[in-house]
């Protein structure tokens, strides 16, 4: 369990490695780049999630009736509002297929309880999956500078 300052909430870290490995330069430098990297993130962060979610926010009101949906998938007028939909609820670090340490965030989401939302910070860009799609499969931001580029690996 890590204490979290963007989201004033201690919550749970999983570090994937090898069996018989403990987590190594890559892992500790990705961690250390979030946690640094706090005060930027919070509004970068708002931003990215009240975009995707207006995008998409006529997909994700369709499971619900026209009563529904302002109770499950509200209208949102700023970005800052986008807490009152979602809830952090753990982080992970692991290492893709291609050999690109990845930070991810999985959130509990109003309009979809089941599977959430999850955030990924991979190199210079940020991903967002929802409805367990792998977050490839769905929107990336492209970072620019060195905010977020997260444990010193180029794309």
Do not use: C
Request: no cysteine; aromatic share 12%; proline share 5%.
């Amino acid at each position: 369990k890590v204490y979290v300052p963007l989201f004033d909430k201690t919550l749970e870290l999983t570090i994937s490695t090898d069996e018989d490995e403990s987590p190594g330069k890559k892992e500790r430098a990705v961690w250390q780049q979030f946690i640094a990297n706090q005060t930027q993130l919070k509004p970068l962060l708002e931003k990215i999630i009240f975009n995707y979610y207006n995008h998409y926010l006529e997909e994700l009101r369709m499971p619900y009736s026209p009563e529904e949906e302002e109770e499950f998938a509200p209208t949102l007028e700023q970005p800052s509002e986008v807490w009152s939909i979602i809830k952090p609820l753990y982080l992970g670090i692991d290492v893709d297929e291609d050999d690109i340490t990845m930070l991810s965030i999985e959130f509990w989401a109003k309009w979809d309880e089941e599977h959430g939302l999850d955030i990924v910070f991979r190199g210079k860009q940020i991903g967002i999956a929802d409805a367990g799609a792998h977050w490839l499969d769905h929107d990336r931001y492209t970072l620019k500078g060195k905010l977020l580029h997260l444990g010193g690996e180029e794309e």
